[in-house]
């Protein structure tokens, strides 16, 4: 397990132990975010003075940096194969590198931010708050300050859709485990479900009364948790839910009481059994997810940022407030079968085993079903989802309303937009875009 923390240290930690393995040396700057390779060869770390690291998770020595950004990195992520990394970061750009050689294979300078939503209007923040990748490692998925999300073909860098209908920046994002769906949590207090094909909105989901800056979804995509934070709309009560909802109605399915202040990081449990929740009221929350009944309270020294849970142990690891990083092992809980997914390839559908790190081919009767890890040596009891995720091929549209994406205002519903609002929307599609051939304005103000 890796760690981040405020300290300007990186922390290995032995799972099955519980012990410190090494402590890299400290960067110059607070680390940000980290994230680690799928088959565990390297780790990356990002600072807040725009650096990337890649080290080797068991001797600590440093790999490679990965250089380019020029302000603080918020998030990165590998990809399932662990073929790149994509970094985000405040200098409004989304970079992919190369891990073997660590020089940068795309560097989308373009994408969020640098237009106003109305004639002489302050410019729009581009900073990138959030990044995510696919189940296939097909998509990545940026969130941004500048109110949109965005999904990029990671081999060209091509913009494949820009979602919008956001009111605030959007902080948090995360992509179904079928690969159909985006997740997204903004500062308007809603939880928005997004088509990864036609990037057009599914829904959105009401409920929390103070900014969403966190959103998960169960492994089995059969509920989202959100987790919301100082609220937005000038109450002294903060919002201290964590909610969960059904995705294929919109509904929610239960809110979890118990923090009596924000909970600012929430995850599920491999096997989608229980559900944790981070608060700044130092506690750090076990739920059932099935009953919503709470199962689990750990009270620590600090006010809670953020939580991860180990793919295949029961294991949590949480950073706090004043750089404090603590490893629990949740003693008591014994996890079912490891929920995973499988996925289509060019020569059959594969499957990757999270203990083994191997990809085992998957027979069609498999799907929906418990097996043990083919691995001779690993034997852990998988439970194979009955969906398969497949590449979406997706191609870039120039105007994605000529296609029938949808635009509307926040808190207008399904009303028909005014002809401002179409054009404040416009200017944002043509953001960072030549502008359209002239004559096709023209057919649309007829």
């Given at each position: 397990m890796v760690s981040a923390s405020w300290d300007?240290?990186?922390?290995?930690w032995d799972p099955a132990a519980g012990e410190d393995l090494q402590t890299p040396g400290g960067d110059d700057a607070a680390i940000e975010a980290c994230a680690v390779a799928p088959n565990g060869s390297y780790l990356v770390s990002a600072?807040?003075?725009?650096?990337l690291r890649l080290r080797d998770p068991w001797t600590a020595a440093d790999l490679r940096d990965l250089e380019g950004h020029t302000q603080s990195v918020n998030a990165c992520a590998v990809a399932p194969d662990g073929s790149f990394v994509v970094s985000a970061s405040d200098d409004e750009?989304?970079?992919?590198?190369?891990?073997?050689t660590g020089e940068c294979r795309l560097d989308i300078t373009r994408g969020h931010g640098g237009f106003a939503l109305y004639p002489g209007g302050d410019t729009i923040s581009g900073k990138v708050r959030g990044c995510a990748v696919a189940p296939d490692g097909s998509l990545i998925v940026s969130a941004s300050a500048d109110?949109?999300?965005?999904?990029?073909?990671p081999a060209t860098g091509a913009s494949l859709r820009t979602l919008e209908g956001h009111g605030d920046w959007v902080d948090a994002c995360a992509v179904s485990p079928d690969g159909s769906l985006v997740v997204s949590g903004g500062w308007d207090c809603t939880v928005r479900l997004w088509n990864a094909v036609t990037g057009e909105e599914v829904r959105t989901l009401t409920g929390h009364s103070g900014r969403v800056t966190a959103c998960a979804v169960a492994p089995d995509g059969s509920f989202i948790v959100s987790a919301a934070g100082v609220t937005a709309k000038g109450s002294w009560e903060d919002d201290t839910l964590v909610k969960l909802w059904d995705p294929a109605t919109g509904e929610e399915l239960r809110s979890l009481r118990g923090h009596t202040r924000p909970a600012h990081a929430c995850a599920v449990a491999p096997d989608g059994s229980f559900v944790v929740s981070a608060g700044q009221d130092k506690t750090l929350k076990l739920w059932d997810s099935s009953t919503g009944e709470e199962i689990g309270n750990v009270p620590l020294i600090g006010a809670l940022r953020s939580v991860a849970v180990h793919p295949w142990l029961p294991l949590l690891g949480c950073g706090d407030e004043s750089g404090n990083v603590i490893l629990i092992d949740v003693t008591g809980i014994e996890y079912g079968p490891i929920i995973v997914t499988a996925i289509e390839r060019p020569d059959g559908t594969a499957v990757r085993c999270p203990r083994c790190s191997q990809e085992h081919p998957v027979r069609p009767e498999w799907l929906g079903e418990v097996i043990r890890c083919p691995t001779s040596d690993c034997d852990l009891r998988l439970r194979i989802n009955s969906f398969v995720v497949r590449p979406h091929h997706l191609k870039p549209l120039r105007h994605a309303r000529e296609r029938g994406a949808r635009t509307t205002k926040p808190g207008r519903g399904n009303k028909k937009p005014t002809q401002q609002e179409l054009f404040q929307s416009t200017i944002r599609s043509w953001a960072g875009e030549a502008p359209p051939k002239r004559g096709w304005f023209k057919r649309r103000r007829k």
């Open positions: 300007n240290t990186l922390k290995l600072t807040s003075h725009g650096a750009t989304l970079k992919v590198w190369d891990p073997e109110m949109t999300l965005k999904l990029w073909d």
